[in-house]
């Protein structure tokens, strides 16, 4: 066997996963640029930071809090239905749902003439993301072999923190020089590129689809709020990371904008840094989680988070701040593949779906105040209001993980 079949071997480069990775590190680059641009963006149009903590709830940091928020809620709490849907439709028919509807929210934003137009794209990506997260990772899972499911995830998770290596240093300086709607204009074609390969690239990995079950919808929703017994630390953990994460994610590159003056490309240069941070450290734990397990590795990772945080409500030096994106991308490095490989390896394949679509169902309804509460905590104490509270509910979820066990 030669040096590259040897190498596709190692890393699953096979069947399905070619197609999936090209796709994804397609897409991975166009939303990495609207990561960086889409709150200035939001601003540039006349809003506020509540508006923005809203649109991740639906942005000043109102608005800015209130769009993150209603993006939160709608995106998760749709996955109760939708989870069912990609187990009874199959994966790539709703991948496909996902795509269209991420385009059609594309093309209103490039045309926007004021913030209020952004509502509606909101309601569009939070559709797309609700059919796209309980499909993706089990897609992954099942194109490659049972005990090479923490790789596969990592390599998920890798078109996604790839192309920030390069992405968001791109857009910050096209909208510094050129304009934020041009970079919009990218993100756009970009996303149209990533839906063809995925068409033509990628095949359907459910062996067997059945109809759409409405009944079980009500039981998801009823499982999830009283779940089995071996599964509710894992549900209490993730919905506190969360949690934790979503008070000054949703916001930061908006807080950072606003409280320390610094400029897109400066903003890229610390997104940067924690994006190359989790690629390089995404294989070598994929490999780790499945030789060790995932309890030690989401412990790790919210260890690391609460220290990224510390500093963030501490120090304001920028060279200090891109130490701490190392950390920050540490502990997404280290929670991505072991988290996901916990609950794939929880459930049959037939039930993954529904799995993925009812945690992040129950997720998303308790998370979704966490940016507006993050927009209101800056606006009073500046950026040590929001960090401090990401830390007090971090070191909840650090008790639960230190309950965990291996699968």
């Given amino acids: 066997m030669g040096y590259i079949d040897k190498l596709r071997d190692s890393l699953s480069l096979r069947g399905n996963i070619p197609g999936l990775i090209a796709s994804g590190l397609i897409e991975g680059t166009a939303w990495q640029m609207h990561e960086l641009v889409w709150q200035p963006y939001i601003i540039s149009l006349g809003g506020s930071m509540a508006i923005i903590g809203s ?14 928020s209603l993006y939160t809620l709608v995106t998760n709490g749709l996955q109760f239905v939708t989870g069912e849907l990609c ?22 934003s490039v045309y926007a003439r004021d913030w209020r137009w952004l509502i509606p794209v909101i309601v569009l990506y939070s559709i797309a993301d609700s059919l796209g997260e309980p499909s993706f990772y089990p897609i992954f899972a099942e194109s490659v072999d049972a005990k090479r499911i923490g790789l596969s995830i990592s390599l998920l998770s ?23 709607v041009n970079v919009i204009k ?9 839906t063809l390969v995925f068409f033509f ?20 929703i009823v499982g999830v709020i009283n779940p089995r017994g071996d ?57 780790l989680v499945d030789r060790y397990g995932s309890p030690v590795f989401l412990r790790a990772s919210v260890l690391l988070a609460i220290a990224s945080f510390a500093g963030y409500a501490v120090f304001r030096s920028f060279p200090v701040l891109l130490v701490l994106q190392v950390f920050r991308g540490l502990a997404m490095g280290l929670w991505d593949p072991s988290y996901n490989s916990f609950l794939a390896k929880a459930v049959p394949e037939q039930e993954r779906g529904s799995l993925y679509g009812s945690i992040n169902g129950l997720r998303g309804i308790i998370v979704f105040p966490a940016p507006l509460i993050g927009a209101y905590l800056f606006e009073g104490f500046g950026l040590r209001g929001p ?16 309950r965990l066990k291996n699968e």
């Fill in 55 to 68: 649109m991740a709830i639906i942005g000043s940091m109102a608005i800015i809090g209130s769009m993150q």
């Fill in 87 to 108: 187990d009874s439709w199959g994966r790539k028919t709703v991948i496909n749902g996902y795509y269209l509807a991420s385009i059609a929210g594309l093309f209103i």
């Fill in 158 to 180: 890798l078109t996604w923190f790839l192309p920030g290596l390069y992405s968001k240093l791109f857009a910050g300086y096209i909208g510094d020089n050129v304009g934020l």
């Fill in 186 to 194: 990218l993100v756009l074609v970009g996303e149209v590129a990533a």
């Fill in 201 to 220: 690239g990628v095949e359907e990995t459910l062996k067997e689809r059945k109809p759409m079950d409405w009944a079980a919808v009500r039981r998801n």
């Fill in 231 to 287: 599964l509710r630390d894992v549900y209490l953990l993730s919905i506190l990371d969360r949690f934790s994460w979503s008070i000054n994610g949703g916001i930061l590159v908006a807080m950072l904008y606003e409280s320390l003056g610094l400029s897109l490309l400066q903003i890229g240069v610390l997104m940067t840094v924690a994006t190359a941070t989790t690629s390089l450290a995404l294989i070598p734990v994929g490999n």
């Fill in 387 to 402: 960090f401090t509270a990401s830390i007090a509910v971090s070191c909840l979820a650090l008790v639960m993980a230190s």
